[in-house]
C-alpha cells in the first residue's frame, strides 16, 4: 500500500507562487512515476504533469499545455517526495490539486489518470484576480 499525503495549497493571489508538496511512504517511491492532477468546481479531474521513475538515469516530465512554462515538477527520492513549483498562478489554477503514483509506468510519465494507482487526498489551491 502507498500512502501520499499533499501539502502547500492555500489562497493566494494572481501571479505569485506556490509550491505543492507530496509525501509519499515506503520504500519503493524511486520505482514510482508520480504525477499531479486538479479538479476545479464542476469540472473533471484533469492532468497537470508527471515525472518519471526516480531510479531511471534520466527524469522525464510531462506537462499540460496549460501550465506548461509555468509550473516545473521534481521528485527528492531521499525525502520520498514530489514537487509541483507553480509560478505566475491564475485565477483559472484554482482547483483541488491531487498527486498520484504510477506503479507500473513506462520510461515516458503517463498523463491519463487511468494508469495511476494511488492517490492523495488532495490540497486546495485557491487563485483570487
Known amino acids: 500500500q502507498v500512502r501520499l499525503v499533499e501539502s502547500g495549497g492555500g489562497l493566494v493571489q494572481a501571479g505569485v507562487s506556490l509550491r505543492l508538496s507530496c509525501n509519499t511512504s515506503?520504500?519503493?517511491?524511486?520505482?514510482?512515476?508520480m504525477g499531479w492532477f486538479r479538479q476545479a468546481p464542476g469540472k473533471e479531474r484533469e492532468f497537470v504533469a508527471a515525472i518519471s521513475r526516480g531510479g531511471d538515469s534520466v527524469n522525464y516530465a510531462n506537462y499540460a499545455d496549460s501550465v506548461k512554462g509555468r509550473f516545473t515538477i521534481s521528485r527528492d527520492t531521499a525525502e520520498n517526495t514530489v514537487y509541483l513549483q507553480m509560478n505566475s498562478l491564475k485565477p483559472e489554477d484554482t482547483a483541488l490539486y491531487f498527486c498520484a503514483a504510477d506503479i507500473r509506468s513506462t520510461a515516458q510519465p503517463r498523463a491519463v489518470e487511468a494508469f495511476y494507482d494511488y492517490w492523495g487526498q488532495g490540497t486546495q489551491v485557491t487563485v483570487s484576480s
Open positions: 515506503g520504500r519503493t517511491f524511486s520505482r514510482y512515476a
